[in-house]
């Protein structure tokens, strides 16, 4: 893919996402349920990997690491990400130029040093430039376990599509400005999402490259969701992880088969009003209702722009996961915020809970 606009630090995807915990045994089944294969073990630290399709989860119990730290504070948490650079010391000399604080990741005798800076909440980002097959951190770090796939499908998830952050409020602007002037990202989609008595305000924001999206949200009342998540992550970080792929019914049917428990199916009413807002859209709706799955996009001028979505319950401490498929529409399921507060409108009418202007 070509880049979007200037690539000073020549990103390209995002390389991995670690994770830590205290105490082992809760990360694991997560990522099991999440279709995830352990593949290697680093050569010498208490560090594994983890792979489906293209993406490569880390977990850290290093003690006395900054991922420690970070899960001392946090519980079982997202604790870094690694974004593909193309020459990470140069990318990491402009990074400390432009102000941003290393973070010292201790190296043993023979390892790769990871040069990395503080992201989010105190989360390291690590600026990765060998990734290449064969010639990856992994390939010289880490021992391939025997007999097991290096790249085994899973569930069907290719890639990490976004990573969705949570931040104080009053913090967008300063986490916005973060990426902007490190990497040259753009907001690209800015939105207020209300409910009734809550709302939140998010900025998409994207990478050069195009393939490192980074969505802000900041609550915009008091004790919404972002707050609650705040609360209970104890600090900003990633509130949501979404995997995009080409078949979300086959991928939906592969998680619930090994155990994966999704977010509370919207009403029937959501499915009922699918057609009056995507008129056109083409998708079977039985087998989107029968698994819950949302839909957002656009179908004007007959040119059906999809984005299919579903969502996990928390299973990271309040992280949550969300699967996608797009086809062509570039959003992350803004519509459906709107589509699901109407639809349990709808629903609540239809049970005589709610009277509309007509009847009261
Ligand atoms: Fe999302």
């Known amino acids: 893919m070509a880049d979007l606009f200037d690539n000073p630090m020549g990103l390209d995807g995002f390389e991995f996402i670690e994770f830590a915990a205290k105490e082992k045994g809760i990360l694991e089944p997560v990522l099991d349920i999440l279709g995830f294969t352990h593949v290697a073990n680093h050569r010498s630290k208490d560090v594994t990997l983890w792979r489906q399709g293209g993406i490569n989860f880390v977990v850290n119990y290093e003690k ?61 980002l690590y600026l990765i430039d060998r990734y290449e097959e064969g010639a990856s951190i992994y390939d010289i770090d880490f021992e391939f376990i025997d007999g097991v796939d290096r790249h085994p499908e899973g569930c069907g998830f290719e890639i990490i599509d976004h990573l969705t952050h949570n931040v104080y409020r009053g913090r967008m602007a300063y986490w916005a400005d973060y ?37 802000l949200n900041e609550e915009a009342g008091s004790n919404g969701q972002i707050e609650e998540f705040l609360m209970a992550y104890n600090g900003e970080g990633i509130q949501h992880i979404a995997f995009s792929c080409d078949d979300l019914l086959g991928c939906w049917d592969r998680l619930k088969a090994r155990g994966m428990r999704f977010m509370t199916p919207p009403p029937e009413t959501y499915y009922e009003m699918l057609e009056e807002r995507l008129p056109g859209h083409g998708e079977p709706v039985d087998e989107l209702k029968k698994r819950g799955i949302l839909m957002d996009g656009s179908t004007e001028a007959g040119d059906p722009r999809l984005l299919l979505q579903i969502f996990s319950e928390n299973l990271v401490g309040p992280i949550f996961f969300e699967f996608i498929q797009r086809k062509k529409d570039e959003g992350f399921g803004e519509g459906n915020f709107k589509a699901l507060f109407e639809s349990m409108e709808r629903d609540q009418i239809r049970r005589g809970v709610l009277k509309t202007e007509e009847e009261a």
Request: with cysteine; proline share 9%.
């Open 64 to 124: 006395k690491h900054p991922s420690a730290y970070y899960a001392e504070e946090h519980g079982p948490s997202a604790c870094g990400m690694g974004f593909r650079v193309k020459d990470a010391p140069k990318a990491y000399a402009r990074a400390l130029e432009l102000g941003a604080q290393p973070v010292d990741v201790p190296t043993g005798p023979m390892q790769l040093r990871l040069p990395a800076i503080r992201g989010i909440g105190g989360a390291i």
């Open 179 to 215: 990426y902007e002037k490190l990497f040259n990202f753009r907001e690209i989609r800015y939105f207020d999402i209300k409910g009734e008595y809550t709302g939140l305000t998010s900025k998409a924001m994207t990478a050069p490259d195009g393939k490192i999206r980074i969505p």
